[in-house]
C-alpha cells in the first residue's frame, strides 16, 4: 500500500470515528434529558434538550419532548411554541395535537378562532401524511406506472378504452401526488405563523387604525398563534385568529 492510499484511509476512518463519537455523544444526552424528565427534573431535562436543538431544529420529537418540558414547568407560550414547530413537521400525531390542545386551554384569553375552509384542511391532512421526499417517491412511482400505462395504450391492440381510463388515472394521480408534496414542503417551510411573547407589544397609531381600522379593542395574550402579514424594519402587521389586525413590535413574538 502506498502512502497516499495509506493517508486516504488513515483521513477517511478519522472522519468516520468523529461522526460516530458526535452521534453517539448526542444520542447519550437525549437519553440523559430522558431520564432527567421522568425524574421530574424538568429545569435540567431542558437545559439539555436546548443543547440538541441548533442541531436537530428539524427534529419533530426533540420540539415535541422540548414543548412537553416547558408545559411540565407551566411555561405554557414556550409549550405552545414548540408544539407548534413539531406540529408543521408532523401534523397527524395524536399525542402531539392532544397536548397542544390541552395547553392552548390553559391560557388567559378569549378568542374566537376563524375556520379554515374545509377544501384547505383536507390537503393539509392528506399531505401531512408523508414527508416531502416521501411524496417524490411515491410521485415517481406513480409517474412510471402511467408511462407504463401509455404504453399498453399505444401498443395494444385490444382494451384500449380500458388502457387508455388507466393512463388518464395514473397522470391525474401523479399530479395529485406532486401537488401534495409542494404542498407539504411549502407548510414545513413558511415562517409566517408566530406565538406572541409580549401580549404589551401593540403598536397604536392613525395610520394602523385607518388601514386596518380601530385598535383599542383589540388585545393579545401570551401563546396566541398569530399570522404575520406584513413586515416592516420596526414593526408587523399580524392577524389574530379571529380575524383583526394589528401591528406590533417584532420582538413581542416568536416564529413558529
Not at 420596526?234 to 385568529?241: H, R
Amino acid at each position: 500500500m502506498n502512502k497516499k492510499a495509506f493517508k486516504f484511509l488513515f483521513f477517511a476512518f478519522c472522519i468516520l470515528f468523529s461522526a460516530f463519537s458526535v452521534a453517539q455523544t448526542n444520542e447519550n444526552l437525549m437519553k440523559k434529558a430522558e431520564t432527567l424528565y421522568n425524574n421530574q427534573d424538568y429545569e435540567q431535562a431542558l437545559a439539555v434538550y436546548l443543547t440538541l436543538e441548533s442541531k436537530f431544529a428539524a427534529d419533530w420529537k426533540l420540539n415535541y419532548n422540548i414543548g412537553n418540558t416547558y408545559f411540565k414547568l407551566a411555561d405554557f407560550p414556550h409549550a405552545i411554541l414548540y408544539y407548534e414547530r413539531a406540529k408543521k413537521l408532523n401534523p397527524c400525531d395524536k399525542d402531539l395535537n392532544e397536548n397542544l390542545k390541552i395547553t392552548n386551554a390553559r391560557l388567559k384569553g378569549e378568542t374566537y378562532a376563524l375556520p379554515d375552509f374545509f377544501v384547505w384542511t383536507w390537503i393539509k391532512t392528506i399531505s401531512g401524511q408523508f414527508f416531502p421526499k416521501t411524496w417524490a417517491i411515491i410521485t415517481l412511482f406513480i409517474l412510471l406506472l402511467a408511462c407504463c400505462g401509455f404504453y399498453l395504450y399505444y401498443f395494444a391492440k385490444q382494451y384500449k378504452v380500458f388502457t387508455f381510463y388507466l393512463f388518464v388515472f395514473l397522470s391525474i394521480l401523479t399530479l395529485f401526488s406532486f401537488s401534495m408534496g409542494l404542498t407539504r414542503s411549502y407548510l414545513i417551510n413558511q415562517s409566517d405563523y408566530a406565538v406572541i411573547f409580549d401580549a404589551n407589544g401593540i403598536i397604536k397609531d392613525e395610520n394602523t387604525e385607518q388601514t386596518y381600522g380601530k385598535q383599542k379593542n383589540i388585545k393579545l395574550f401570551n401563546g396566541e398563534k398569530v399570522q404575520i402579514i406584513e413586515k416592516q424594519d420596526k414593526f408587523l402587521i399580524i392577524e389574530t385568529p379571529d380575524g383583526n389586525k394589528v401591528k406590533i413590535t417584532p420582538n413581542a413574538l416568536q416564529i413558529i
